[in-house]
């Protein structure tokens, strides 16, 4: 084996030491072409580009960028659509913030725990010879109403749904405060309106007259009616389910 | 010595001129670059058990780039070209491998 092996060696020096000649030349250049080769590939291949590309291969990655554009192009269209739900889903949470307190507002004016200001009528009634009966008063409330007074306040009171009147010692109870004369009566709708049901004959103005009183009325194109109603929470009452389809 | 020398002077003119692979020679290059490694370490082994012969060593390299570029080219109207290539640098491969066995045996004895 080593016999060989030896022999193998001395044929290497031995060739490594040949002359020159025209077989060996023939080789020479062929290994030549060899060496160049693989540098020039070598080169090529460490500068890869899509210019060294096959077509098949061009193929493929026109594929895969193609692929990818559509999946970015759909994921775009899900975005913006997603911005634009959120966009609009806002704008209406926006409208109907605005439409609650704009509701908040008016039913604060209506159960009398908002201040109020408008046109509207000043009933100052004094200068008793008899006790004004709360009824009489009364019926001037609802005179008030009937004519389209939207806010009314008598004395230090706001008048609500719920007030109710008395005679009380030295004046008037009203939701459980002593109003006393003079008494004071402010309400807010249309001025010529409302003085117009308070004066019909035979109405509250008459009436008041008739028991002595001396009843003032002006109209007003501004007044401010400050006085609130405390605001207690139903203690049985409960809002009733509402519909789908109901307002 | 020659041989050799031509090895060098190849590798080194490669290094000087960086040439560019024109477009249509770029899939048969590589393919023909290890048949004619395949070559040579056949032609080498050939050498140290004392049967190299100029002209085989000459046919069998030239006919070796050939038929590599024949086979890519084949597989290439195919539509299998990625496929073929491999599977002759696979084969070409496996022949270095056994050359360069055959080879070491000879030098380290081993």
């Known amino acids: 084996m080593s016999d060989i092996d030896d022999q193998g060696r001395i044929r290497l020096v031995r060739a490594l030491r040949a002359r020159p000649s025209r077989a060996q030349s023939v080789v020479g250049l062929l290994l030549a072409a060899l060496g160049f080769a693989v540098v020039t590939q070598v080169h090529s291949a460490q500068s890869t580009g899509l210019g060294e590309l096959r077509q098949a291969d061009l193929v493929r990655v026109l ?87 939207e806010v009314i306040q008598i004395g230090p009171v706001r008048v ?45 103005l008459d009436v008041l007259t008739q028991q002595g009183a001396h009843a003032v009325l002006a109209q007003r194109s501004e007044l401010t009616i400050s006085a609130l109603h405390p605001l207690s929470a139903p203690q049985y009452a409960r809002p009733a389910p509402t519909s789908a389809g109901a307002p | ?63 070796n780039v050939l038929v590599a570029a024949l086979i890519v080219l084949i597989g290439d109207q195919l539509g299998v070209g990625a496929q073929l290539s491999t599977a002759v640098v696979v084969v070409l491969g496996i022949r270095i491998f056994a050359n360069a066995a055959a080879i070491r045996r000879h030098l380290f004895k081993a």
């Not at chain 2, 692979?21 to 056949?42: C, H, K, Q, R, T």
């Open chain 1, 160 to 204: 609500v749904a719920s007030t109710w009147l008395r005679d009380g010692d030295g004046g008037i109870v009203v939701d459980g405060t002593l109003v006393a004369p003079p008494y004071v009566v402010l309400a807010i709708g249309d001025p010529q309106t409302l003085a117009t049901a308070l004066g019909i004959p035979g109405g509250v």
């Open chain 2, 1 to 63: 010595m020659i041989a050799a020398l031509g090895l060098v002077v190849g590798i080194v003119l490669g290094l000087l001129l960086e040439p560019t692979v024109p477009v249509w020679m770029a899939p048969y290059l590589p393919i023909a670059v290890v048949a004619a490694l395949d070559a040579v370490f056949g032609g080498l082994r050939a050498l140290l058990d004392g049967i190299f012969d100029d002209k085989v060593f000459v046919v069998s390299f030239v006919a």
């Open chain 1, 63 to 149: 594929d895969g960028v193609s692929a990818r554009s559509a999946r970015l192009q759909s994921e775009l269209k899900s975005l913006e659509q997603t911005r634009a739900r959120l966009g609009s889903g806002s704008g209406q949470q926006q409208a109907a913030l605005a439409e609650s307190r704009a509701r908040v507002r008016t039913l604060g004016i209506l159960a009398g725990t908002l201040p109020a200001t408008g046109p509207g009528i000043q009933l100052q009634i004094s200068g008793l010879s008899s006790p004004v009966r709360s009824t009489v008063l009364l019926d001037a409330l609802e005179e008030l109403r009937d004519a389209g007074a």
